[in-house]
């Protein structure tokens, strides 16, 4: 029983995690002065979603999924695949795992500014894990998964999420821990 509760926990992690990339490194790349670092509309979103910030969401899920591909191919992980990483298209993945994820936080933030909340403001668990429902629901276009594996995304994603941001916040690359 514990085997087969691991196995689908790293099934699922190693699935979703295209899109947990595309979510945590406009944070790392945040303060680099890269192309596109103005907001999108500072009004209506906020100052920190950019088009940086949309742009690096596609890009790092894609090289992540192509990375994922290499392993695979080169024998490493096959067993906690869930993709055929041979009959996919990296660019289109890509998309459907990092952006829709930053699309939903996108309007989020839209609704946060309507509602008078700071930009730095969680809204614990649910900023966690409706990420992971949104990317689910745009990657089942193309790809879907087991029941199991959403639950264990579901469960897992909120702690894994605070962790990170406690390390964020930790190593200076955030303001707030949470």
Known sequence: ??????????????????????NM???????????????????????????????????????VLWIQSLLVKAGYLTEIALIDYSSISFVLYGFLFGVWALVWDLIESFVKRRMWIAPWWALFPRDQIDRVIWSLLFISLVFSISRAHIWALLI???ILHALTNVLWYMIWLKDVWW
Do not use: C, D
Request: aromatic share 20%; glycine share 4%; proline share 9%.
């Open 1 to 22: 029983m514990m085997n087969w509760v691991l196995l689908i926990i790293f099934q699922a992690l190693f699935f979703i995690f295209p899109a947990w990339i595309a």
């Open 25 to 63: 490194f406009p944070v790392l790349l945040r303060k680099l002065p890269l192309p596109g670092s103005f907001p999108i509309h500072e009004k209506r979103f906020g100052k920190n979603k950019t088009r940086k910030w949309l742009i690096s969401g596609w890009f790092w899920a894609s090289l």
């Open 156 to 158: 897992i994603t909120p």
